[in-house]
């Protein structure tokens, strides 16, 4: 056995030898005392569990926004990398872009079509 342990065993013998027998109105008294810290801890366990559910969904909510804030922030590149593409609101950016595509598009015609640009007429 341990020291502390030894030590314990040595408290609790000599507190049992000390002791006086109770009579039944103390043991009432004691008893009423213990029952009501009984109920007393207990709604402090109530109203501590409360706040632990109460924590627990707003870290939910909390989580749950974390989420949302960053699929916005995903769609919000999105369309930042599309008004870059496009630009001022006249859509010059996006012109440029569009006949660039359009001529990349006639120039693969024309090369599969086996037509070279000498031949073309407007």
Not at 44 to 63: C, F, P
Not at 76 to 98: H, M
Request: aromatic letters at 4%; hydrophobic letters at 35%.
């Amino acid at each position: 056995m341990t020291y502390l342990r030894q030590s314990a065993d040595a408290t609790l013998h000599a507190q049992q030898q000390n002791r006086t027998p109770l009579g039944l109105i103390e043991l009432d008294e004691v008893l009423a005392a213990q029952d009501g810290e009984r109920q007393t801890l207990s709604s402090e366990q109530s109203a501590l569990n409360a706040l632990l559910r109460d924590d627990e969904q707003r870290r939910d909510n909390q989580q749950a926004l974390f989420q949302q804030i960053e699929q916005q922030a995903a769609d919000v590149d999105i369309w930042q990398r599309l008004n870059s593409l496009i630009g001022s609101k006249e859509g010059d950016k996006y012109r440029k872009f569009a006949q660039g595509l359009t001529l990349d598009h006639l120039i693969k015609v024309t090369k599969s079509a086996g037509v070279g640009f000498s031949k073309l007429t407007v």
